[in-house]
């Protein structure tokens, strides 16, 4: 049979395309080919399976069509035949020895269709067939141990010749022991941390640094000194179950490579290629970190990996080490997160109730299956007077009616070790929803198919937050109290961060005169927020606050109330831009919907730098 020739150009495309191993459709119409041909969509694929420590799997998914090279022809009907010659012609070929993968490990099918006739149709006139062909892997994967395997099948027709250049698939199969499972958070590590790490050794000087701690940097000579490319190993003393590691560092300025294990300190095994996203970089608190997660639970008593990274003697080294771990060797099913919060805003003025909240969780598995896992997810009310006694809270059950929970039944799938997240968020009418202590939703997970354990309820928290700022006002909003004989404050500020007189009483002595020393001035010295509290030492009907600033245009703060100085309500954010501040006489001034009784007010400041002359209050 003659072969169809390609132009140049297609020619040469065709052989690097084969040189890469990819190979997709190479042909092209051209007017010198009489032949009318049928062929494969796709010449060569690769396909990869990852050996864990359980279960064995992969994901390799072809679909591709059976094509005309020309638009004229009558019906051709296709069959692919497993042809272990083929597989041996390839190897001769390429100068490759791979052993031959067995059919009874390809699931050959029509696309969308598993149970169809294994035989495909090219309509009269059309170029590619009416179903495209499905290729995926079957059986017991953990059999294939060899590196790679190649197998073949050759194309059949009739109605049509087929190419013999372009009328053979081959799929080559890679194998790779891996443990290591792609993250994209923390929250997707199994288990938890141990606590106690002060019995672990490594084999480098002033290593007990490595177990205290969160992993934030403090001193460099506290911390053991290494060099770039240095094997560093750890001994955790016994053996733990261990899900995942959690290597500290210094911003961001040292990492670790070729991730190893053992039990007996003597031969070690590879966790896998941290490659392509192997290694997750992350922020725990303010530690730096770099976090390895694994498909099931490593039996082991060592690590070992190669330290990495710049300035490693200059002390950016690695400031800790941990790991996560589950306790038993049997499956158990638990949550990703343990707290999701929400508010629920109610509005005064307008009479409207709403909460912008959507949470979501996931169930978590330490063992894969080969099955996977089916967990629903129910909302428990009767949890709520154990947490509150636990956490000496006084929150109330959210009614049920207002939560919905969505996504449950949810699957785990075969090899995985998530769910699909189950979504959270709140429902129907929420102005009867106004508890000064906020209210509680726990949810609990379960499952027919494997125990959950301890960790198997979220706590679903919401707090209200009542809008009182109002916009738009052009006089001050009431009378401003003028004695304040009976008031005290308190801020948060580090006193290395006040400028001024640095006496915080300035800001409640009348004096507005912006003299540079009168007056209570604060740098947030990177604290997120910083909190100011006056206390009237009565109660006051307040309905409104003037803040006299050192810098008006770039000022904007929150304001809460309390009647006991230790529970405070939210009554919003005062801001320039939104309109929800006044500028009367050079201060920034807020108004509320209604005066509002309180023993306590709270401004919270946002702005980096901020220079405060006099706090006030007004009321009606």
């Not at 140049?8 to 009489?34: H, R």
Request: aromatic share 10%.
């Amino acid at each position: 049979m003659k072969k169809l020739y390609l132009s140049t150009f297609a020619a040469v495309a065709a052989l690097l395309s084969l040189a890469s191993c990819v190979q997709k459709d190479p042909y092209v119409e051209t007017i010198d080919v009489p032949e009318t041909l049928t062929y494969v969509g796709s010449t060569f694929d690769e396909a990869q399976v990852i050996h864990r420590t359980i279960l064995s799997a992969s994901k390799f998914n072809s679909v591709f069509p059976i094509k005309v090279n020309k638009a004229k022809h009558d019906e051709v009907r296709a069959t692919l035949v497993y042809d272990k010659d083929a597989a041996d012609a390839y190897n001769a070929k390429n100068g490759t020895t791979y052993p031959i993968l067995d059919e009874s490990y390809i699931a050959l099918s029509k696309h969308n269709d598993e149970a169809a006739a294994l035989e495909w149709t090219v309509p009269a006139g059309e170029r590619s067939s009416v179903d495209s062909v499905e290729v995926a892997l079957k059986g017991e994967l953990a059999d294939l141990q060899e590196p790679v395997y190649i197998a073949a099948y050759k194309l059949e027709a009739t109605g049509c010749a087929v190419s013999e250049q372009y009328g053979t698939y081959i799929l080559q199969v890679n194998t790779e022991h891996s443990l290591i499972r792609k993250i994209s958070s923390l929250s997707e590590l199994v288990g938890s941390s141990p606590a106690d790490r002060s019995t672990w050794t490594a084999d480098v000087t002033n290593y007990a640094a490595l177990f205290t701690g969160n992993g934030v940097y403090s001193s460099r000579n506290r911390y053991p000194s290494l060099t770039n490319g240095q094997v560093l190993t750890i001994d955790l003393q016994e053996e733990h179950l261990v899900t995942g590691l959690k290597i500290y560092n210094r911003n961001n300025y040292a990492g670790i490579s070729n991730p190893e294990y053992s039990t007996d300190g003597e031969t070690f095994q590879s966790f896998g290629n941290t490659d392509g996203g192997g290694i997750l970089t992350a922020r725990e608190g303010s530690a730096y970190l770099q976090a390895v997660a694994f498909y099931d639970y490593v039996p082991l008593r060592y690590v070992r990996f190669t330290v990495v990274g710049n300035y490693l003697s200059w002390g950016y080294g690695l400031t800790g080490f941990n790991i996560t771990e589950v306790t038993s060797k049997e499956a158990q099913i638990s949550v990703s997160s343990n707290t999701l919060e929400g508010t629920i805003v109610h509005n005064l003025a307008t009479d409207k109730h709403t909460s912008e909240f959507s949470g979501e969780f996931s169930a978590m598995t330490t063992l894969s299956s080969a099955a996977g896992y089916t967990v629903s997810a129910e909302y428990n009310a009767a949890l709520v007077a154990d947490y509150n006694s636990s956490n000496g809270t006084s929150y109330e059950a959210l009614p049920a009616g207002n939560l919905s929970i969505g996504g449950s039944p949810a699957k785990i799938a075969p090899g995985e070790m998530s769910s699909e997240p189950f979504t959270v968020s709140l429902t129907g009418d929420l102005s009867s929803l106004t508890a000064d202590a906020g209210y509680l939703a726990p949810i609990t997970i379960s499952s027919s198919d494997a125990p959950v354990s301890d960790n198997s309820t979220v706590y679903v928290i919401f707090k209200n937050s009542y809008v009182y700022m109002l916009s738009g006002i052009s006089s001050a909003p009431g009378t401003e109290v003028l004695d304040k004989s009976g008031w005290s404050v308190s801020a948060d500020v580090p006193s290395h961060s006040v400028y001024g007189s640095g006496n915080i009483l300035s800001i409640i002595d009348n004096n507005v005169e912006r003299d540079g020393a009168s007056h209570y001035q604060f740098y947030r010295n990177g604290a997120s927020v910083t909190n100011i509290i006056v206390n009237f030492g009565t109660t006051l009907n307040v309905s409104g606050v003037r803040v006299n600033p050192t810098d008006l245009p770039c000022m904007d703060y929150d304001v809460a109330f309390s009647t006991d100085g230790t529970n405070f309500t939210s009554m919003g954010t005062a801001s320039m831009g939104s309109g929800t501040m006044a500028n009367l006489n050079s201060d920034g001034v807020c108004a509320f919907y209604k005066a509002v009784p309180m023993t306590h007010i709270r401004v919270t400041m946002h702005s980096g730098y901020f220079g405060m002359y006099e706090l006030g209050v007004f009321t009606k």
